[in-house]
C-alpha cells in the first residue's frame, strides 16, 4: 500500500508541474508548434537520467521508495516520455539495440494508430 501511495502522491505533483510548466510556456511562447510538450519531455528524459545515475552510484538505503516516488510518480506523473526513454537507453546499453528499434518504432506506431482510432471512434467514423 505504501508503494501506491508514493507513486501517486507522486504522480500528482508531477501533473500539476507538467501542466505549471506547459502553461507557462504555453503563455510565452503562442506558437501551433506543441513546444510545450517538447520541453517537458526533454526535461523529464534529462532529470531521468540524472535520478537513475544518481540511484545506482550512491545506492541509498531508500533507493526503491526514493525510485517509486521519484521516477515512477514525479516523472512519470510529468511525462511518460521519460520512462520511454530510460526503456530504450536499458535496451541499448545491454547491448539489445533491434530490440531497442523495434520498442521505438511499436510505441510510436501503435501508440499514434490507437490515438487515431480512438479520434476515428469517437467522431463517428469509424
Known sequence: MQAYL??????ALGAAARY?????IGRAWSTGFPLATLVVNIAGSFFMGVLIGL????MPQMAYEIRLFVAVGLLGGFTTFSSFSLDTIVLIERGELAQALFYIGMSVVIC??????GLLITRGAA
Open 55 to 58: 540511484l545506482a552510484r550512491t
Open 112 to 117: 499514434l494508430a490507437g490515438l487515431y482510432l
Open 20 to 24: 505549471g510548466i506547459s502553461s507557462l
Open 6 to 11: 508514493l507513486v501517486g502522491l507522486g504522480g
